[in-house]
């Protein structure tokens, strides 16, 4: 079956711009991830959804990033006047149920600020 | 807070050469600890997981043993192959109730293989 895409694969922006980044968990999966790989770095965790709601964003460096998940599927990552320190890969993982430890990854959208 | 610490590589190897890739951890309490890959161009990729102490995980060949006693989950193949060139992450998941199992990663270890 399909496993998790994420959405657009690069992006290039402008220091100061607004960027979302988008990711479709698997089908069925209620548990969503957001990681953030630095270059030579592991990922870090930002943000965890069970379902519709925020249930850990205790990663999230600061209040320029936001991410929603509406309808317990879909999720988008939203950051607001990006600084060249945002510059990373930022993943998406998603397990079937809350607690369930296998996450399955994304390829991840890699994120140039200029 | 939890951390992973690995071996820094690269790690560079002959075909058929056996491999350790070292991993320790800190946490509190009991977690889970998994070993992922990230082949050229492609997504992370679960490769072995152990749940509890002295629990080995395997898969594709590879093997690491949960040694509590040492908190430790080495990486260990007894013959590599050039395909398993990639980089490799040790990482954790607090198990303790409301942590929602997100995963603490080691800084990776890449290995190349040559013929």
């Known amino acids: 079956g399909a496993g998790v895409s994420q959405t657009p694969s690069n992006k290039v922006t402008e220091k100061g711009k607004y960027v979302e980044l988008r990711c479709d968990p698997i089908?069925?999966?209620?548990?969503l991830y957001w990681y953030r790989q630095s270059l030579g770095q592991g990922p870090e965790f930002l943000i965890y959804?069970?379902?519709?709601?925020?249930?850990?964003d205790s990663g999230l460096p600061n209040d320029r990033f936001f991410a929603v998940r509406p309808e317990g599927s879909v999720s988008t990552l939203k950051i607001q006047r990006t600084e060249r320190g945002d510059s990373a890969v930022y993943l998406c993982?998603?397990?079937?149920?809350?607690?369930?430890?296998?996450?399955?990854f994304g390829p991840g959208t890699r994120l140039l600020v200029l | 807070g939890n951390s992973v610490t690995q071996m820094e590589g690269p790690v560079t190897l002959s075909e058929e050469a056996f491999l350790t890739i070292n991993c320790t951890y800190t946490a509190t309490g009991y977690p889970s600890l998994f070993w992922y890959v990230q082949y050229p161009g492609e997504g992370l990729q679960l490769l072995l997981k152990?749940?509890?102490?002295?629990d080995k995980g395997s898969n594709k060949g590879f093997e690491a043993t949960y040694r509590k006693e040492t908190t430790s989950f080495h990486l260990e193949k007894g013959s590599v192959q050039v395909s398993d060139s990639a980089v490799y992450f040790c990482a954790l998941s607090d198990r303790r109730p409301g942590t929602a199992s997100k995963l603490t990663f080691g800084t990776g270890t890449r290995l190349q293989v040559t013929l």
């Open positions: 089908s069925g999966h209620t548990a």
């Open positions: 993982a998603s397990s079937l149920l809350w607690g369930v430890e296998t996450q399955y």
């Open positions: 152990a749940t509890k102490a002295d």
């Open positions: 959804f069970q379902g519709t709601g925020a249930a850990d």
